[in-house]
């Protein structure tokens, strides 16, 4: 691999670049822009600065969302959504490893010649630490969430040093945005974005707190997901799996765990990726894709003879639930353990599931985060709320204040 000298555009911008600079202030989400000399484009690219999600669909898609059609203000733009899973899952994966099957895959294949994704450091396995993996083995250690924000884009200006022309990125939606609007700086040929849905994401500290006051064993657990049967699934060390209905969650403690960049964040599906693979859209043990555009179409057949796929489902009706959970989480509202665990049981059974468990999700999360806009930046929550969301939000009765 040949290495270059940085984009001489850049260099002024580099010595703008005070690493404790971060224009979006208490907003941001730390995506690792304002890391390298890329911070020049910030006021453009930041997605706490500037929402422009229907502008990027439009440069990435072809299209923005359809605003007649409801599944285009759930999903964004697609192409094709469908249920899958690895036939040979990968141990130690958040899932069943889609997202590290298709990045190897393309790695080895030689379609791009490094991967933008997130290891640990070694002394804490949930301290992210972005990387451009060049090796199977160096995705593979990448496997896993880390569930805290990510400064994915700090290695954006090892990207343009080393060369490196085909590049498949793997990243949640904040850090997708910002990629997309400073994309045609990068001296790129090919950028293929393989992105995760992503919410309430938190600091290391916050992820702390949240541990502590969740789980029995916070210092052994070395994964958890919030899951489609309502309950919060914790890994162990020893291998023990450790549930917690979502209505036992301590809301009170809890309020202030979430980084506010996320309780701001209206891009739940990460809008902007190629291919996004999550779970919420699928039942239950199974993984949600969904195709954007024909990039991502190309990035799916890679792996498709490694899985096992069926249709989506929807089956029930989210409406009621999420209006009442609109005051149960403003008020900080927790039931008692007995109580929780029934609700869960309950709503399990006759709950929504498939896209309508999606879209129970969306709109409990774009309800509140519309009212922590409004309260807390009343001044943005116009430009900085998409079209489709208010769209979803306007469908609830929300507290006047
Ligand atoms: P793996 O093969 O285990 O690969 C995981 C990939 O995630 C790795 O390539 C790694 O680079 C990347 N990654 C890990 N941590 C981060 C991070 N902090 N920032 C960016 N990239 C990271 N799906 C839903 O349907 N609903 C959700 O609410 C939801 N929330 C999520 C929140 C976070 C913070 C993250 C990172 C993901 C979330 N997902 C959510 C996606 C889901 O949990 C799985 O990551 C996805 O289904 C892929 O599983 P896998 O087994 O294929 O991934
Ligand atoms: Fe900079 Fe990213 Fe933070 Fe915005 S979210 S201020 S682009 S580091």
Request: charged share 25%; hydrophobic share 35%.
């Amino acid at each position: 691999m040949t290495s270059v000298l940085p984009n001489p555009n850049h260099k002024k911008a580099k010595a703008l670049k005070p690493s404790s600079r971060r224009p979006a202030k208490e907003l941001c989400s730390e995506c690792g822009l304002c890391d390298t000399y890329y911070i020049h484009y910030v006021k453009d690219a930041c997605a706490f600065l500037n929402q422009q999600i229907a502008e990027l669909e439009e440069e990435a898609h072809g299209r923005s969302r359809n605003l007649d059609n409801q599944d285009d203000w759930y999903f964004g733009v697609h192409q094709e959504m469908m249920a899958a899973r690895k036939q040979e899952p990968i141990p130690g994966a958040q899932w069943t490893g889609i997202v590290s099957t298709i990045a190897i895959e393309m790695l080895t294949r030689g379609i791009v010649e490094g991967v933008v994704c997130v290891q640990n450091t070694e002394e804490d396995r949930f301290q992210p630490k972005p990387v451009i993996a060049r090796t199977p083995e160096e995705i593979l250690a990448a496997r896993v969430n880390k569930p805290t924000l990510s400064p994915n884009l700090s290695i954006l200006e090892q990207v343009e040093q080393s060369g490196m022309k085909r590049l498949l990125a793997i990243g949640v939606g904040c850090q997708i945005q910002a990629l997309r609007a400073v994309e045609k700086q990068l001296g790129l040929e090919k950028l293929y974005v393989l992105g995760t849905p992503c919410v309430d994401n938190v600091t290391r500290a916050g992820l702390q707190k949240f541990l502590d006051t969740t789980s029995r064993s916070p210092d052994t657990v070395v994964y958890y997901e919030f899951m489609q049967d309502f309950r919060v699934h914790f890994k162990h060390e020893d291998g023990s799996t450790e549930t917690v209905p979502f209505f036992g969650l301590k809301t009170n403690q809890l309020k202030d765990v979430f980084a506010p960049s996320c309780m701001s964040c209206f891009d739940y599906v990460n809008s902007l990726a190629d291919l996004v693979v999550g779970y919420m859209g699928a039942p239950f043990g199974w993984q949600w894709i969904v195709v954007r555009n024909d990039r991502g179409q190309e990035m799916l057949n890679f792996v498709m003879d490694k899985l096992e796929t069926q249709p989506v489902m929807s089956q029930g009706d989210r409406h009621q639930a999420v209006q009442q959970s609109i005051p149960a989480y403003d008020q900080g509202v927790t039931l008692p353990m007995w109580a929780a665990k029934l609700m869960g049981v309950v709503i399990e059974r006759i709950g929504p599931k498939g896209l309508e468990y999606a879209r129970f999700s969306i709109d409990s999360h774009f309800t509140r985060n519309y009212l922590y806009t409004k309260r807390n930046y009343p001044e943005k929550l116009e430009a900085h709320v998409p079209e489709y969301a208010k769209r979803i939000v306007s469908q609830y009765k929300l507290p006047e204040s």
